[in-house]
């Protein structure tokens, strides 16, 4: 008989959890997934796929517009809220579908239910116990809201995307990704939106470049963007509708109030703590460069263990853990270079590094930029722009950083990873032959660098 009943139990069926799960039972291990919420984790439910079919839904008003100039006559169009809130749910109960069978065809026992850790080698769920060999924490993270007054009338992106009703007067606050987007959502749908964020510009880490230059074109979406701006206090008015207090005195009326102000690790009631685990300041569990904790049988990957906190990372580390139970060998992950997309209006893609990290290293950099007007909208009108960068090491010719500003950033982004994780050098750029008319042949016609 053996000593344990699993080989593995995964808490936690996000991204992370199911690769590593299916993978370890693709291997012959004996392996259980406990979830207590939902298949697919906040990726699949309240994240990367809602988000982007929000996206989707919220440019079609302008794309509406634009395509006046293209001939199409239209009397107008009217947004129904119901319509898209339950074809979003529609989808994603599909896909929660779809994440059950892969781990049910994959031989793997799926435990609904939260789960604790008793001891290093046993799981507890809704009353029964469970043993393991390893234990592997996927948990993910959650929705953090500051300890302001009137916060229990506050959603997060947990909740919007379930909402009665769709709201006319919008506030989010934040200034990270998910705030950018859900500004560029909310207003694309018709509600008058609101960016509140506390300091003097958003997407902190971003190429300043970038960040500027986003500024100016959600401007022109209609949004008003409130910098070095802290709410005080939320109080809720006899209508429903939301005051919103600032600390300079200010206030503002609104229907609803978004708070998208960053995610904390979501350990509480896991039971780390009471076996040993340590965790840092932030609440994310430390793990070595084979995700396993401070406790020998206790591993973790996934957004619950920290920075970056992006899908296919936790992918990548979900088939580098499992690769490493089979071979031995320290599991290899590669974290320079890895692109990702902000789904603003107009899209953000980046790769590498930003002018001010690479020259905050020390790098001597050459830096190529082109700003100009996308071709739909020669004839549309529209005044959204595009901006393509380049930052280039001057002492090797190599291209460290791409970004990008503009209509399927993320699309041309990936292409440009591949290049960057290739060695590519401005050289190679220069040689490769554009696809016109596109806006990515830019990247490889930028002949003149900045302040030449």
């Not at 509600?191 to 470049?209: I, V």
């Not at 994310?284 to 957004?303: M, Q």
Request: glycine share 10%.
């Amino acid at each position: 008989m053996a000593e344990y009943e699993f080989d593995l139990f995964v808490i936690g069926a996000g991204s992370g959890g199911v690769r590593a799960a299916r993978m370890a039972a693709s291997q012959g291990m004996r392996v259980a997934v406990a979830e207590d919420r939902y298949m697919g984790g906040t990726c699949v439910n309240v994240g990367c796929v809602p988000k982007k079919l929000f996206v989707y839904a919220s440019g079609y008003s302008e794309n509406f517009d634009d395509a006046r100039a293209y001939g199409w006559k239209n009397s107008g169009a009217n947004f129904d809220w119901p319509t898209l809130r339950d074809n979003n749910a529609k989808e994603i109960s599909r896909l929660n579908g779809i994440y059950r069978n892969l781990l049910n065809n994959s031989g793997v026992t799926v435990i609904d239910g939260r789960a604790s850790i008793a001891d290093p080698h046993r799981v507890v769920v809704d009353g029964r116990d469970y043993t393991a060999e390893r234990i592997l924490v996927a948990t993910g993270g959650w929705p953090f809201i500051p300890e302001i007054p009137g916060r229990e009338f506050v959603l997060t992106s947990n909740e919007v995307f379930s909402m009665e009703a769709f709201p006319k007067r919008v506030l989010v606050v934040g200034g990270g990704y998910i705030a950018v987007e859900f500004a560029g959502i909310f207003a694309g749908l018709g509600a008058d939106t609101h960016l509140s964020y506390r300091r003097d510009l958003f997407l902190r880490g971003f190429d300043r470049d970038i960040r500027n230059f986003v500024r100016d074109e959600v401007v022109k979406k209609g949004i008003d963007l409130k910098f070095n701006h802290q709410v005080k206090a939320i109080e809720k008015l006899q209508d429903g509708s939301l005051l919103v207090h600032d600390e300079d005195g200010s206030s503002l009326n609104v229907d609803t109030v978004l708070y998208a102000t960053g995610r904390k690790a979501n350990t509480v009631g896991l039971g780390l703590e009471q076996q040993g685990v340590v965790l840092h300041k932030d609440g994310t569990i430390s793990v070595d460069d084979n995700f396993r904790t401070n406790v020998h049988s206790i591993y973790a990957l996934g957004d619950v263990t920290g920075e970056p906190q992006l899908t296919p990372v936790a992918l990548a580390e979900a088939m580098a853990l499992v690769k490493h139970w089979r071979t031995g060998n320290t599991a290899e992950i590669d974290y320079n270079n890895i692109p990702t997309a902000v789904f603003c209006q107009p899209n953000i893609g980046t790769v590498g590094l930003s002018e001010e990290e690479a020259r905050d290293s020390g790098i001597s950099v050459t830096v190529f930029k082109s700003e100009f007007r996308p071709m739909r909208h020669t004839v549309s009108g529209n005044t959204e722009r595009t901006l393509m960068k380049l930052v280039v090491d001057s002492s090797t010719d190599k291209v460290i950083g791409v970004h990008m500003v503009g209509d399927d950033a993320g699309e041309i982004i990936q292409g440009m990873a591949i290049a960057l994780k290739a060695g590519a050098t401005k050289k190679t750029f220069d040689e490769t032959i554009g696809i016109h008319p596109t806006a990515a042949e830019e990247f490889v016609t930028m002949r003149a660098p900045v302040g030449s």
